[in-house]
């Protein structure tokens, strides 16, 4: 049977990873949920007796319950990374040999990563609205990834503090700042402009 191949096992967790977190995500209208939890008991039932079946199931629900919670309620990363972990443990733990266990593991892991991008195309869900990886630091939302203080700092002259080879330091207006000089080395206390400024990164040529 297909299910019993690597392959066959690596693609069924994967699609099933990949539609239960996509779910968690982005708005699916329980599609997500429903090819997910059909997939993940497909691969669950084609390896494990009735009872084996029952209590994999319910250490799945839990792992799968914990990193809801942590998305919705808890938004550390904690709960959530201890729930990912019970569904590798679960996962891993229904295949009959350890070949078909790296592979399924493997198929978790890169279908739950691979639900991201669905991000990209598709309404997100309030999930992880804290964590800095699903924030959306935009000026529209009152945020901006450039401090003020480094944005005046735009063809602002200074000098070098320290060798820049290409990164180290420099001075300006009394200030030190860590900066990357463009295309070449710069000695320490040579003379420098401020060409480009990204976020906290400062990009600095010779004058």
């Known amino acids: 049977m297909f299910i019993e191949t690597a392959l066959g096992a690596f693609?069924?967790?994967?699609?099933?990873?990949?539609?239960?977190?996509g779910e968690l995500i982005v708005k699916l209208k329980g599609l997500g949920a429903i090819l997910g939890l059909g997939a993940?008991?497909?691969?669950?039932?084609?390896h494990l007796s009735s009872f084996d079946l029952i209590w994999i199931m319910v250490t799945?629900?839990?792992g799968l319950l914990m990193v809801i919670l942590d998305g919705k309620f808890i938004n550390d990363g904690t709960i959530g990374v201890l729930g990912f972990i019970i569904l590798i443990f679960s996962v891993g733990f229904a295949a009959p040999n350890w070949l078909l266990a790296v592979y399924s593991i493997t198929g978790v892991i890169i279908g739950a990563f691979g639900s991201l991008f669905l991000m990209k195309v598709l309404p997100k869900r309030g999930m992880w609205t804290k964590i800095a990886l699903f924030d959306q630091m935009t000026s529209d939302k009152g945020y901006n990834s450039m401090n003020d203080s480094y944005k005046e700092l735009l063809n602002q002259e200074g000098i070098t503090s320290t060798d820049l080879r290409p990164t180290g330091s420099i001075r300006v207006n009394d200030q030190e700042y860590s900066a990357v000089s463009k295309g070449k080395w710069i000695e320490k206390g040579k003379k420098v402009q401020v060409t480009n400024v990204d976020g906290t990164k400062i990009l600095v040529e010779e004058i």
């Open 11 to 21: 693609l069924i967790t994967a699609v099933a990873m990949f539609f239960l977190f």
């Open 40 to 46: 993940i008991t497909f691969y669950f039932s084609g």
């Open 60 to 62: 799945f629900a839990v």
